[in-house]
């Protein structure tokens, strides 16, 4: 049909000339215009709204006095944390209510650049789930570390172009903007160019320097962690979203920041959410019920995960159940608990009663499978040539991703390599260039994660995703290293020579092929090993921890590919704590 | 400067590293986005805004406490309506506060068709006011007239690409749009092909005719009536904009509508204005004042004429003042008299105290003149040749555009002409056809005018604006009807074979190439003309009422150069008022 043809159609129906495609009888619609509960049957012509009202349908659904929400849209996530492929995503999302997200491929385009991208962008057209994308703005993440990829700004006019991608994702290169670096700021220039917008990644940034990135134009910031921080970001004019993800959860006590006076400049997002967060506490419907039960008014609240979103990315088709938007549809019990009955999806049923109902189709994986490529590689390269016994230890600071610079004394074998001691809870690590067999290495020593015996490896490594490894001996950790070899990436633990639990993820090594149930099964076994047979702290989380300890942007001591760095002062060190150290 | 350049000097201007170009200092600054006042200094980089707070600048304008402003909005307004040139208008407007308006040049278009648009474009560069067009979607507006030009959906795929032209225009066919006609429904295809956005226009519209309407996806409405028009529009998800104009005042009466539930949901326009009423009255200064008046909170008046104008627009550099925003900044004594004290748009100073700053270049108006072309045209062809006495007469309805169709038994002379009796207040109507040269001519009998001597003819014929005079004899209104082919278009007023007072158009018939304040004088001189030399009824407007007496979408008999039109029953009636009439 065209476009006219498609408008004929749902003038007639929402005329009352010819009956609907579907009617959604005895909804209580919230209308995010007016902030009133209405009641009436919501008419469907070809996946859109035609009408609000009484009407008469080919086929006819009762919600029986059910409010009907507009489909909810979380503002900011990465797919991939969730270790699922878009498909797989769709299906744990959908039954909560969440119709549309903005996705930002970060992970997946570290480790294999636009081919990443456009992975993504064709999986998630088998989704059910309407997935936008943030084109992906630091890539690498800094210049410290080697990716799977660089995206330049002179990389970014054509992807910017693409209908399916609505900006630049989080600008996480914060640093860069403040000081103006050109190459950074190129980048934003792009967006512009392409009149596009761009999302922010602003932790702890506050007044002039917090002017200074707001004054570029980017858009929002997912980052506020105090009242402080969301005020100075609402006056500046960015949208600010609260989270509430796996690891950070901000919008438990953030959402005391909104008042009558801002709600329209909040959005909701998780960003960061494990399979077992969302199939435990729910999606978007579980920020819906934290901002209720911390005093939000529900209206103003489904207003943040509805129409603020759709404002502010310029999703003009969706955000409210009005004519003329997308049949996104969401059926609740009441506005407390947000319990989801049934979803509609552009006028598809797409969930009921926590069951998703499209059949699964996947889209091939072969273009970003094998993404794990290591030169050089041995028992041998783990072995340390110390030339003191006096190093510097990354401490970990459990509940954080943070590290701290310290030191200590270790023992030393003969040849200078470092020598496990249970009592001194320290352990080896190390990180593997893994995407263009560099045969580049580096070793730290860490302090807190608990190990005593066997390694644990994965491909998961913010933000570049090289291989990182943690063990008691140089064998357990070149073990789990070329386990993880093998499989093409994902997450290993092993013990004597054994591997005792794993999760490939053949997908760029971050995501799995398989059912969500099974990845979270796996994940579950992994951390019972990881604490059970290696005795990791349960201070710690033995996977995320580790996946944090790459990430060259969070303080203090980081473990890069090129080197142990130390991230206040913007500089690779030696792992011997002498002044004098040869290195 | 390169956009990475100008970033990175707006930065440092943000950070404090280097002074700004310009600081308004000490300004109570409205925030839009947390509805607070804050104290403080804008720092401008190159017409944009790089930060509030302290700032030193090279050159510093001291604000004294008063309210700063982002630069107001006028969400819908016919520049032509002014009978002065974009540039002039920009001289008229400005000095209140208005720094963007999004204009519809619905009336040049009709005239000269994309021509008079690319005219418009052009010369709206030469403005300091920030124009922006919507591409006029109703030329011509009925197929009941011959209008210049006509628009098909086809022709509006170019325009709508450029920039500077935000979508399509009040989409006034709302009968084609709700009886789903495919040419009607064509041309919002074109603008949902182009991603843009179309206004609306849907007069007394309500229920399942506006769910019709607005299934479409038209966004916005300024023709509300009522409460009750208000309510249904904003439910259905369609902007509201609240007219203040010369001759539609609905904001008076509907503020009211207003509350904190749906305020995000409203915008201020004027539609049409003369210059007489600006420069009595104001412009969206004077809208903010009614707000205010009307009960309206201060900080939401200006809402809707900065923030949520920028939303419903996605012109997301402007609409508050904030970094990275257009520095667009209105000075204000308060925030209830809104009187203005100096405006910058683009950070230019542009107004103050009153005056308008820039200089006026003017661009060529070459292309839009010469546009009255008129065949076989003498005062025979204005002898009517009536059967009867009895005829259909169109009754004016004072204080409106409307018009009832009635009958009058009038004198005739021996050839059938109709003999003018001034007792009976009827007098003859001319529309005669002025863009093709078709020899189109039709006439009318039309009652309440008051005109007893002399003629008045015009250019200035809503929406094809074809010539249209009236007159008490064939002699008068022959001359007048010469005299402004002679002048090439525009208002005159005759009697006795001299004329009275005259206002040259030159642009399109439309608009005059003089300064606001001479056109101003004119048309009073012509109100003074019409109602005290020849006795035009002082219940109608003399210009006003002939201007809309063409247009065969306003009810109930109207008069077209393809004959006398009832509105009504869409069809062409004889002047005869017998059933059996021959003509």
């Not at 919501?42 to 349908?57: C, F, K, N, P, R």
């Amino acid at each position: 049909m065209t476009y006219t043809e498609l408008l004929t159609k749902r003038i007639h129906i929402a005329s009352g000339m010819e009956p609907a495609d579907t009617v959604i009888k005895n909804c209580r619609i919230v209308n995010v215009f007016t902030r009133e509960i209405i009641e009436g049957d919501i008419a469907l012509s070809d996946g859109v709204i035609a009408g609000i009202g009484q009407y008469t349908g080919r086929e006819e659904i009762d919600a029986h006095g059910a409010y009907a929400l507009p489909g909810l849209i979380d503002s900011h996530i990465h797919i991939e944390s969730s270790h699922v492929t878009p498909e797989e995503f769709s299906r744990l999302l959908v039954p909560h209510g969440t119709t549309t997200v903005i996705a930002d491929p970060h992970e997946i385009v570290n480790v294999c650049g636009l081919t990443g991208l456009s992975y993504m962008l064709n999986a998630a057209e088998k989704a059910a789930l309407d997935i936008k994308f943030m084109l992906p703005s630091c890539v690498p993440c800094t210049e410290w570390e080697h990716a799977g990829a660089a995206v330049t700004a002179a990389d970014m006019a054509e992807p910017l172009r693409d209908d399916r991608i609505l900006g630049l994702g989080e600008f996480m290169n914060a640093p860069g903007v403040i000081r103006a670096v050109p190459a950074v700021l190129d980048k934003l220039a792009a967006a512009k160019a392409a009149g596009k917008p761009v999302d922010g990644h602003a932790p702890s940034l506050l007044d002039r320097n917090l002017t200074a990135y707001a004054s570029t134009g980017i858009r929002t910031d997912h980052e506020a962690g105090s009242v402080e921080e969301v005020q100075q970001r609402l006056r500046l004019g960015l949208y600010v979203m609260l989270r509430y993800g796996s690891a950070c959860t901000e919008l438990e006590e953030l959402a005391a920041c909104v008042t009558p006076e801002n709600a329209r400049r909040f959005l909701l997002c998780s960003d960061d959410c494990h399979p077992a967060t969302i199939m435990a506490r729910g999606s978007t419907d579980a920020s819906l019920r934290v901002c209720v039960e911390r005093g939000i008014d529900p209206i103003t609240a489904v207003q943040m995960a509805t129409l603020n979103a759709a404002e502010c990315y310029h999703l003009d088709d969706r955000g409210a159940i009005a004519p003329g938007r997308r049949g996104d549809i969401v059926l609740v019990d009441d506005l407390q608990e947000f319990r989801v009955r049934r979803v509609w999806i552009g006028g598809k049923p797409v969930a009921q009663d926590g069951a998703y109902l499209p059949e699964t189709a996947r889209h091939d994986i072969s273009s970003v499978m094998s993404s794990v490529h290591v030169k050089d590689f041995s028992a041998e390269r783990l072995r340390l040539r110390l030339t003191s016994d006096h190093v510097t230890v990354m401490d970990l600071h459990p509940g954080t991703v943070l590290s701290h610079r310290s030191d200590a004394y270790i023992r030393r074998a003969p040849d200078g390599d470092f020598l496990f001691d249970p009592a001194a809870d320290i352990v080896k690590m190390a990180v593997i260039e893994r995407h263009h067999a560099t045969g580049n290495l580096a070793m730290a020593l860490v302090r807190g994660y608990g190990l005593d015996r066997g390694a644990i490896a994965l491909t998961v490594a913010h933000d570049s995703h090289n291989i990182i490894a943690a063990g008691a001996s140089n064998d357990e950790m070149a073990f789990a290293v070329d386990r993880l070899i093998d499989m093409g990436g994902g997450i290993t633990v092993v013990r004597d020579g054994a591997v005792l639990e794993e999760l490939p993820l053949p997908v760029a090594g971050l995501m799995s092929d398989q059912p969500v149930e099974w990845v979270r099964d796996r994940l579950d076994a992994i951390h019972r090993a990881a604490f059970e047979e290696l005795h990791v702290s349960r201070a710690v989380d033995p996977i995320t921890t580790l996946c944090f300890m790459a990430l060259p942007v969070i303080p203090e001591l980081k473990l890069t590919d090129m080197g142990l760095f130390d991230v206040i002062h913007s500089r690779f060190v030696p792992l011997e704590a002498e002044e004098t150290a040869e290195e």
